[in-house]
T-cell receptor, first 106, second 119 residues
């Protein structure tokens, strides 16, 4: 099975910052990667699919890149609503989630 | 509008079987580009995929849970279900059902249901 490793586990940032989260797959998953945002006591929300495609309705300050085994989620101009936990997920071979990255207010 | 709703007991005794159902409205379990899955989240921890069923009825399980999990679908009721046997306190979690559109990821989730394993 495919393992997903996210880094960092916690990230402290301020409004207006540019934030980058990395996700690595234990083997190539092509571009079959999604990113989710989760707020406390809420279901995750899909942000990015196929590594770099923006889900409808998601602000353009969110972007994704990468292919193969290394992927990045970038939030440019961090907004107050963006403080949350972010997960990557591979869907190349069944499904696996990364362990999550909490973006907290510095 | 597509909606998913989990239902089932909120409290299960250790060694017993956890049973949950996800009712789908606004789409069909047989939609040709979809699969339907169960994901859980223990308190304060991350997301863990449990198992999923495709539109054609193929079923896949997380290897770490495979020996205890059964996922099934009922197209007549437009529901899919989860059974997890021999539960322990480690199975205490919020359980979500979700729809995966092929190539697009898990775009629609249920609100989640909390299941506590305790005597």
């Amino acid at each position: 099975d495919i393992q997903m490793t996210q880094s960092p586990s916690t990230l402290s940032a301020s409004v207006g910052d540019r934030v980058t989260i990395t996700c690595r797959a234990s083997q190539s998953i092509s571009s079959w990667l999604a990113w989710y945002q989760q707020k406390p006591r809420k279901a995750p929300k899909l942000l990015i699919y196929k590594a770099s495609s923006l889900e409808s309705g998601v602000p353009s300050r969110f972007s994704g890149s990468g292919s193969g085994t290394e992927f990045t989620l970038t939030i440019s101009n961090l907004q107050p609503d963006d403080f949350a936990t972010y997960y990557c997920q591979q869907y190349s071979n069944t499904w696996t989630f990364g362990q999550g990255t909490k973006v907290e207010n510095k | 509008q597509l909606q998913l709703q989990e239902s089932g007991p909120g409290l299960v005794k250790p060694s017993e079987t956890l049973s949950l159902t996800c009712t789908v409205s606004g789409d069909s379990l047989s939609s040709s580009d979809c699969s339907w899955g169960w994901i859980r989240q223990p308190p304060g921890k991350g997301l863990e995929w449990i198992g999923s069923i495709t539109y054609s009825g193929s079923i896949y399980y997380n290897p770490s849970l495979k020996s205890r999990v059964i996922v099934s679908g009922d197209t007549s009721e437009n529901q899919f279900s989860l059974r997890l046997t021999s539960v322990t306190a480690a199975d205490t979690a919020v359980y979500y059902c979700a729809r995966h559109r092929f190539g697009v990821g898990l775009g629609v989730w249920g609100q989640g249901t909390t299941v506590t394993v305790s005597s």
